[in-house]
């Protein structure tokens, strides 16, 4: 499978690619994940740096189970429930990835499945 | 076409599958589709379970015009104006799906293109 | 490539196609584009028609780094700040795409990465 | 008791007065009432000219176990689901009151205690 | 002053009163109270049940200041961040008046000064 | 009409005070003003500190017609189109006012009457 990034370097300070390219392979359809309890099943309610990386840290899970890891990501978009967490997102997605950013848009939303969600994202994967 | 479902039966409750996996066949992408009119033109306002039901019927009626139905379905993201109908919206996607579930993400939002819609499904399809 | 448009005379005086079929080729996954200050840098804020030109404009100078054009594209979802904006932003895409519409959903959400952001759309090209 | 009505002329046509002034009597501080319901008890979901015409009867009717009427009301903040039924509510509103109209705010919402409603209206008569 | 409750067997069960009438008197308007920090300073983010307290405690300290207590609110609006924790708040309200409830509506808002924030209660007290 | 300040030196630096006393007068109900049009009728869309003065500046002529002005105001429901514009506008009311306060509340909602406001406030004054 071939991937190239478009215009990397113009957004990567905000930890994303203006587009990805991809030709072949299998792509992997990911629902949306969350993280509002952590692997112990224990409630972040009220966290968004521990839901932000718990939510990572699913898809990572879900994308080994396919054998892929974050790496292989090439979009997402990631639904917030408050326009003011989205730079914190961009740090901590910094952290996460380094270099070689997906696609992704970055939405404030007016609600989750719970109460207590306050970041979900859905992602495409090509390996 | 290959098509696999990953890590299903942990969210199968939800009617959903955490990842859906597709190699190579067609890609059918779908526009937002809604259901706030029946196929007579009467109008399913303020009744969330109609227009549930019509959007996934809709949805099948734009698959068939693709040769296609709602088990190509690989992923979808659920629009929803108030978060209390997200079980609502997974008890009936049981009913329509039953297995195999789709990968998807479930969001409230502001609002949508007309007042008395309640609910927008935009979504992909792999044959 | 092969691509075909599905049900496309049903939802013309909308912009969009209620579905568009690709096989093979090679898929730009492009980011969430918005359009709050122009190429100068000036803020468009407060200005829907403008903003709204400017994020396809952007779109289109993405695209051009991949190789493609805007009738590549083959499916977007648009984040609007207020419902009220939907019909502006189809008869602004019916003047930029003319025909061979991409599939569309259109969502009212809470909020942006920034303030004066009225519009974002994230969508698929595949060439 | 007192009441004077300031620069009613100015904003007639949105039935509502830029201030209403009061000196003396009794305050009455209503909850905010809706109409998501029928006086039999039927649902209204999904049309908005029933509740809102149901909310002002509802608050008729509490303002009647106290002694008043609508034309007592001096200020009211309106709670609409969705921006577009703002001018529909001044239509009626304008119907409903005629003239002398009390201080209105009307604010678009994220949500209500029930997912069936539509419009909340909360204010205060002077008698 | 004279105080009176209007209607409120009808509405005891959701902690309100359709309206309350008062007359003569001093009236106390109250800021929009939070409940987003615990006496100490410690965050209550993500605990809706501990900001809801709160913030009937912060109200009544300000109460305090100004000679009266809770039971001499005579209406308030309940801005709360998601529609889902309208009835646990009545419940809360039920245990913390006990009776003669002041009028209230409840309205779900997209957000806060701060993100951290669930409830927000601006109030009315007559004494 | 005698008025007192509660608490007001613990909220002095978001420019509102916990809560005004007020007792006898005439009580100004006023409307809830916004300022998306300047005094000659040119936009102020996507301008937040042009809205929040003109909005001010609004009410006070309201005022002037009751013959009363700002310093008259006894509590605010100050409604934002968007969170992060709330410390902008308690910095914009220092200034206004200087000191005493009047109460308020600072709610971010889903939307008003015309998608170019920003800001609309809704007051009560006792002279």
């Given at each position: 499978?071939?991937?190239?990034?478009?215009?990397?370097?113009?957004?990567?300070?905000?930890?994303?690619?203006?587009?990805?390219?991809?030709?072949?392979?299998?792509?992997?359809?990911?629902?949306?994940?969350?993280g509002?309890?952590?692997?112990?099943?224990?409630?972040?309610?009220?966290?968004?740096?521990?839901?932000?990386?718990?939510?990572?840290?699913?898809?990572?899970?879900?994308?080994?189970?396919?054998?892929?890891?974050?790496?292989?990501?090439?979009?997402?978009?990631?639904?917030?429930?408050?326009?003011?967490?989205?730079?914190?997102?961009?740090?901590?997605?910094?952290?996460i990835?380094?270099?070689?950013?997906?696609?992704?848009?970055?939405?404030?939303?007016?609600?989750?499945?719970?109460?207590?969600?306050?970041?979900e994202?859905?992602?495409?994967?090509?390996?």
């Amino acid at each position: 499978m071939k991937k190239s990034f478009v215009g990397a370097a113009r957004t990567a300070k905000r930890a994303y690619s203006p587009a990805v390219i991809t030709e072949g392979g299998r792509t992997i359809w990911l629902a949306g994940h969350t993280g509002a309890v952590d692997d112990t099943g224990k409630s972040l309610a009220g966290d968004f740096d521990a839901q932000c990386w718990q939510t990572f840290h699913n898809i990572e899970k879900t994308l080994a189970e396919a054998g892929a890891n974050l790496a292989d990501l090439v979009t997402m978009t990631v639904f917030l429930i408050d326009a003011r967490y989205t730079t914190r997102m961009t740090e901590l997605r910094t952290e996460i990835f380094g270099k070689d950013f997906p696609a992704s848009a970055a939405i404030t939303v007016a609600g989750f499945a719970r109460p207590e969600m306050m970041i979900e994202i859905q992602c495409v994967a090509v390996v």
